[in-house]
């Protein structure tokens, strides 16, 4: 499974010098606290191989990519970005042009969300051909998430982004059964920006419905003990 991290957006590099990454929570740096508990990337030792991150073209970025971010994944690739984009779900594109083969699972994680959870990907896309993709999600009803809606039967109908459209709220993990799925999504949602953009910008959650439109499945898999870290200190780091 090809593992791509977005560190690309507008709030990622701080007023001193730093980046929201390396903010310490319980003595850790953010990025360690929630990407280092994921079960898929602590169960498979090839999986910081398939571990990009995207990161600005900036001093501030370079600098942390090429050395505290280099340290703690020395196996994983960094890309780095000349200019802003128009959102998450494009910036991971540099990530998924990086993909070693279009029929593997990708997984997008903006990893600011701690949580556990048990959930096995590869099994599911493996098990499961109609199902194109999944979503991490916990119970809230705050304005500050994505949120997807189930119908009667339990099955994804919608995906948006900063509208709570039910309870059911994303913990910023999001997993596509391949990237020529993830393409297709995109490409749905960028002939369709007056539905799916929130303040003019892709976000990762919406593309959802660009896998719906296509026929796929999306399923919902529940996180335990979510803390947003991101949060941790009473505002946000």
């Given at each position: 499974?090809?593992?791509?991290?977005?560190?690309?957006?507008?709030?990622?590099?701080?007023?001193?010098?730093?980046?929201?990454?390396?903010?310490?929570?319980?003595?850790?740096?953010?990025?360690?606290?929630?990407?280092?508990?994921r079960a898929w990337l602590r169960s498979d030792r090839a999986s910081q191989c398939n571990l990009t991150?995207?990161?600005?073209?900036?001093?501030?970025?370079?600098?942390?990519?090429?050395?505290?971010?280099?340290?703690?994944?020395?196996?994983?690739?960094?890309?780095?970005?000349?200019?802003?984009?128009?959102?998450?779900?494009?910036?991971?594109?540099?990530?998924?042009?990086?993909?070693?083969?279009?029929?593997?699972?990708?997984?997008?994680?903006?990893?600011?969300?701690?949580?556990?959870?048990?959930?096995?990907?590869?099994?599911?896309?493996?098990?499961?051909?109609?199902?194109?993709?999944?979503?991490?999600?916990?119970?809230?009803?705050?304005?500050?998430?994505?949120?997807?809606?189930?119908?009667?039967?339990?099955?994804?109908?919608?995906?948006?982004?900063?509208?709570?459209?039910?309870?059911?709220?994303?913990?910023?993990?999001?997993?596509?059964?391949?990237?020529?799925?993830?393409?297709?999504?995109?490409?749905?949602?960028?002939?369709?920006?007056?539905?799916?953009?929130?303040?003019?910008?892709?976000?990762?959650?919406?593309?959802?419905?660009?896998?719906?439109?296509?026929?796929?499945?999306?399923?919902?898999?529940?996180?335990?003990?979510?803390?947003?870290?991101?949060?941790?200190?009473?505002?946000?780091?």
């Open positions: 499974m090809h593992i791509v991290v977005p560190l690309a957006g507008p709030d990622f590099e701080r007023a001193d010098g730093r980046v929201k990454a390396e903010a310490e929570v319980d003595d850790a740096p953010l990025l360690r606290q929630t990407l280092d508990t991150f995207i990161l600005r073209d900036s001093p501030v970025s370079r600098r942390f990519g090429e050395g505290p971010l280099n340290a703690w994944y020395p196996k994983a690739r960094r890309v780095f970005l000349s200019g802003e984009t128009q959102g998450a779900a494009l910036s991971a594109l540099a990530g998924v042009a990086l993909t070693r083969s279009t029929s593997e699972p990708l997984c997008i994680d903006l990893a600011d969300i701690q949580y556990v959870s048990t959930f096995e990907p590869r099994r599911l896309f493996a098990d499961r051909p109609d199902v194109g993709a999944a979503a991490l999600t916990f119970s809230s009803n705050k304005p500050a998430y994505s949120y997807l809606r189930t119908d009667e039967t339990g099955d994804v109908v919608e995906a948006a982004e900063k509208r709570v459209i039910s309870q059911n709220a994303s913990a910023g993990t999001y997993f596509f059964a391949s990237s020529t799925v993830y393409l297709s999504a995109l490409a749905h949602n960028l002939a369709n920006v007056d539905r799916v953009a929130y303040n003019g910008l892709f976000y990762v959650c919406p593309l959802f419905n660009g896998v719906l439109a296509s026929g796929l499945r999306v399923v919902l898999e529940r996180a335990e003990n979510v803390r947003d870290i991101k949060f941790d200190a009473g505002g946000p780091i």
